[in-house]
Protein backbone atom coordinates (compact mmCIF):
# COMPACT_ATOMS: atom_id res chain seq x y z
CA UNK A 1 0.00 0.00 0.00
CA UNK A 2 3.46 2.14 0.16
CA UNK A 3 1.70 3.89 -3.30
CA UNK A 4 -1.77 4.87 -2.06
CA UNK A 5 -3.26 1.47 -3.46
CA UNK A 6 -4.92 -1.34 -1.44
CA UNK A 7 -7.70 -3.95 -2.57
CA UNK A 8 -10.15 -5.60 0.17
CA UNK A 9 -12.18 -8.03 -0.63
CA UNK A 10 -15.72 -8.91 1.01
CA UNK A 11 -17.78 -12.21 -0.13
CA UNK A 12 -17.76 -11.34 -4.16
CA UNK A 13 -17.05 -7.45 -3.88
CA UNK A 14 -13.12 -6.78 -5.22
CA UNK A 15 -12.79 -3.37 -3.91
CA UNK A 16 -10.16 -1.23 -5.03
CA UNK A 17 -8.95 2.26 -3.09
CA UNK A 18 -6.00 4.36 -4.63
CA UNK A 19 -4.54 7.49 -3.86
CA UNK A 20 -4.73 10.21 -6.59
CA UNK A 21 -4.53 13.70 -7.16
CA UNK A 22 -5.33 16.93 -9.30
CA UNK A 23 -6.04 16.30 -13.03
CA UNK A 24 -5.75 12.44 -12.47
CA UNK A 25 -8.77 12.34 -9.97
CA UNK A 26 -11.25 15.25 -10.89
CA UNK A 27 -13.03 13.08 -13.25
CA UNK A 28 -14.01 10.42 -11.05
CA UNK A 29 -14.47 12.84 -7.57
CA UNK A 30 -16.72 15.46 -9.84
CA UNK A 31 -18.99 13.08 -11.25
CA UNK A 32 -19.65 11.21 -7.37
CA UNK A 33 -19.66 14.64 -5.76
CA UNK A 34 -22.18 15.76 -8.60
CA UNK A 35 -24.68 12.51 -9.17
CA UNK A 36 -24.37 12.49 -4.96
CA UNK A 37 -23.20 14.99 -2.90
CA UNK A 38 -24.90 18.05 -5.13
CA UNK A 39 -27.61 19.07 -2.25
CA UNK A 40 -25.17 19.17 0.18
CA UNK A 41 -22.38 21.18 -1.49
CA UNK A 42 -24.43 23.31 -2.10
CA UNK A 43 -26.22 24.03 0.95
CA UNK A 44 -22.82 24.58 2.32
CA UNK A 45 -21.97 27.14 -0.60
CA UNK A 46 -18.95 25.27 -2.05
CA UNK A 47 -18.14 24.46 -5.14
CA UNK A 48 -17.82 20.82 -6.50
CA UNK A 49 -14.04 21.11 -6.95
CA UNK A 50 -11.97 24.18 -5.72
CA UNK A 51 -8.44 24.82 -4.80
CA UNK A 52 -8.28 22.63 -1.49
CA UNK A 53 -9.16 19.84 -4.64
CA UNK A 54 -6.31 20.97 -6.99
CA UNK A 55 -4.12 19.96 -4.03
CA UNK A 56 -5.56 17.63 -1.92
CA UNK A 57 -4.43 13.72 -1.92
CA UNK A 58 -7.91 11.75 -3.19
CA UNK A 59 -8.51 8.40 -2.53
CA UNK A 60 -11.14 6.68 -4.82
CA UNK A 61 -12.57 3.32 -3.93
CA UNK A 62 -13.77 1.31 -7.08
CA UNK A 63 -15.71 -2.22 -7.47
CA UNK A 64 -15.51 -3.40 -11.26
CA UNK A 65 -13.59 -0.23 -12.31
CA UNK A 66 -16.35 1.89 -10.87
CA UNK A 67 -15.80 4.79 -8.26
CA UNK A 68 -18.29 4.13 -5.37
CA UNK A 69 -16.24 6.39 -2.36
CA UNK A 70 -14.05 9.03 -2.06
CA UNK A 71 -12.45 11.05 0.59
CA UNK A 72 -10.45 14.17 0.34
CA UNK A 73 -7.00 14.20 2.33
CA UNK A 74 -4.65 17.32 3.03
CA UNK A 75 -2.01 17.71 5.41
CA UNK A 76 -3.05 21.83 6.90
CA UNK A 77 -1.70 23.81 9.74
CA UNK A 78 -3.35 25.45 12.34
CA UNK A 79 -3.59 28.52 10.53
CA UNK A 80 -4.49 27.67 7.32
CA UNK A 81 -6.81 25.24 5.20
CA UNK A 82 -10.23 24.77 4.87
CA UNK A 83 -11.00 23.58 8.82
CA UNK A 84 -9.23 26.93 9.80
CA UNK A 85 -11.67 29.27 8.04
CA UNK A 86 -14.61 27.55 9.71
CA UNK A 87 -12.88 27.44 12.89
CA UNK A 88 -11.20 30.12 13.48
CA UNK A 89 -10.54 29.07 17.00
CA UNK A 90 -8.92 25.85 15.46
CA UNK A 91 -5.17 26.31 17.55
CA UNK A 92 -7.01 26.23 21.17
CA UNK A 93 -9.29 23.35 20.45
CA UNK A 94 -6.60 20.60 19.02
CA UNK A 95 -4.20 18.91 21.38
CA UNK A 96 -1.53 21.67 22.23
CA UNK A 97 1.46 19.85 20.49
CA UNK A 98 -0.42 19.97 17.05
CA UNK A 99 0.41 22.37 14.50
CA UNK A 100 -0.01 20.17 12.04
CA UNK A 101 -2.47 18.12 10.99
CA UNK A 102 -4.61 15.43 7.97
CA UNK A 103 -7.86 17.09 6.71
CA UNK A 104 -10.36 14.53 5.97
CA UNK A 105 -13.28 15.80 4.16
CA UNK A 106 -15.97 15.72 1.43
CA UNK A 107 -16.36 11.95 2.31
CA UNK A 108 -18.90 10.21 0.48
CA UNK A 109 -20.45 6.56 -0.61
CA UNK A 110 -22.55 5.99 -3.54
CA UNK A 111 -26.13 4.84 -1.57
CA UNK A 112 -26.36 1.84 -2.70
CA UNK A 113 -23.01 0.68 -1.25
CA UNK A 114 -23.72 2.30 2.12
CA UNK A 115 -23.68 -0.24 5.44
CA UNK A 116 -21.27 -1.94 4.53
CA UNK A 117 -18.45 -0.20 5.79
CA UNK A 118 -16.84 1.94 2.70
CA UNK A 119 -16.48 4.82 5.35
CA UNK A 120 -13.73 2.14 7.18
CA UNK A 121 -11.83 1.24 4.19
CA UNK A 122 -11.29 4.16 2.24
CA UNK A 123 -10.57 5.87 6.09
CA UNK A 124 -8.30 3.14 7.02
CA UNK A 125 -6.23 3.18 3.54
CA UNK A 126 -5.84 6.91 4.39
CA UNK A 127 -4.99 7.00 7.29
CA UNK A 128 -2.19 4.33 7.27
CA UNK A 129 -1.36 6.20 3.88
CA UNK A 130 -0.26 9.35 5.63
CA UNK A 131 1.14 7.63 8.58
CA UNK A 132 3.73 6.14 6.36
CA UNK A 133 4.29 8.79 3.93
CA UNK A 134 4.03 11.62 6.36
CA UNK A 135 5.29 12.88 9.58
CA UNK A 136 1.64 14.01 10.73
CA UNK A 137 0.25 11.98 14.00
CA UNK A 138 -3.56 14.15 14.26
CA UNK A 139 -6.08 14.02 12.02
CA UNK A 140 -9.43 16.18 11.97
CA UNK A 141 -12.69 16.35 10.03
CA UNK A 142 -15.90 19.40 10.34
CA UNK A 143 -18.33 16.47 10.05
CA UNK A 144 -21.87 17.16 8.97
CA UNK A 145 -23.82 17.60 12.41
CA UNK A 146 -26.03 14.24 11.42
CA UNK A 147 -22.82 12.45 10.67
CA UNK A 148 -21.22 12.85 13.51
CA UNK A 149 -21.70 9.57 14.42
CA UNK A 150 -19.97 7.64 11.67
CA UNK A 151 -17.59 9.85 12.62
CA UNK A 152 -17.48 8.81 16.48
CA UNK A 153 -17.55 5.27 14.97
CA UNK A 154 -14.62 5.66 13.09
CA UNK A 155 -12.72 6.85 16.49
CA UNK A 156 -13.36 10.56 16.13
CA UNK A 157 -14.03 12.64 19.32
CA UNK A 158 -15.94 16.13 18.82
CA UNK A 159 -13.51 18.89 19.52
CA UNK A 160 -15.45 21.89 18.98
CA UNK A 161 -19.00 23.42 17.56
CA UNK A 162 -21.23 22.81 16.20
CA UNK A 163 -21.17 26.52 13.97
CA UNK A 164 -23.95 26.99 10.77
CA UNK A 165 -22.19 26.99 7.79
CA UNK A 166 -23.23 28.04 3.88
CA UNK A 167 -26.32 29.76 2.95
CA UNK A 168 -28.86 26.86 4.27
CA UNK A 169 -26.70 27.44 7.75
CA UNK A 170 -25.74 23.60 7.94
CA UNK A 171 -24.59 22.61 11.54
CA UNK A 172 -20.62 21.43 11.71
CA UNK A 173 -18.80 20.10 14.25
CA UNK A 174 -14.80 19.49 14.73
CA UNK A 175 -13.50 15.98 14.60
CA UNK A 176 -10.10 14.97 15.86
CA UNK A 177 -8.36 11.88 16.66
CA UNK A 178 -4.81 10.67 16.78
CA UNK A 179 -4.03 9.46 13.46
CA UNK A 180 -2.08 5.81 14.76
CA UNK A 181 -5.71 5.43 16.80
CA UNK A 182 -7.90 6.28 13.61
CA UNK A 183 -5.93 3.65 11.86
CA UNK A 184 -6.22 0.93 14.24
CA UNK A 185 -9.84 1.72 15.02
CA UNK A 186 -10.91 1.54 10.88
CA UNK A 187 -8.21 -1.37 10.71
CA UNK A 188 -10.55 -3.49 13.56
CA UNK A 189 -13.63 -2.36 11.88
CA UNK A 190 -12.68 -4.29 8.25
CA UNK A 191 -12.92 -7.15 9.89
CA UNK A 192 -16.49 -6.18 11.58
CA UNK A 193 -18.01 -5.96 8.09
CA UNK A 194 -16.07 -8.98 7.22
CA UNK A 195 -13.85 -6.66 4.55
CA UNK A 196 -10.01 -8.59 4.95
CA UNK A 197 -6.81 -7.59 2.72
CA UNK A 198 -6.56 -9.61 -0.86
CA UNK A 199 -3.09 -10.40 0.35
CA UNK A 200 -5.39 -12.45 3.46
CA UNK A 201 -6.93 -14.56 1.02
CA UNK A 202 -4.82 -15.02 -2.14
Do not use: C
Amino acid sequence: MDDGTATFLRGGTRLVTTATRGDDAHAAVVGLREKHYQPVLDGFGVQVWDGYDANAIHFISFVDGEAVASLRTSQDRVTSGEVAELFPDLASALPAVETEYLDLSRQLVVPEFRGIGLSAVITHVAAAWWLVNSPLRYAVAASREPAGGNARALGGTALAGPIYHGPENLPLLLMGARLPALAETTRMLLSKHNWAGAEEVE
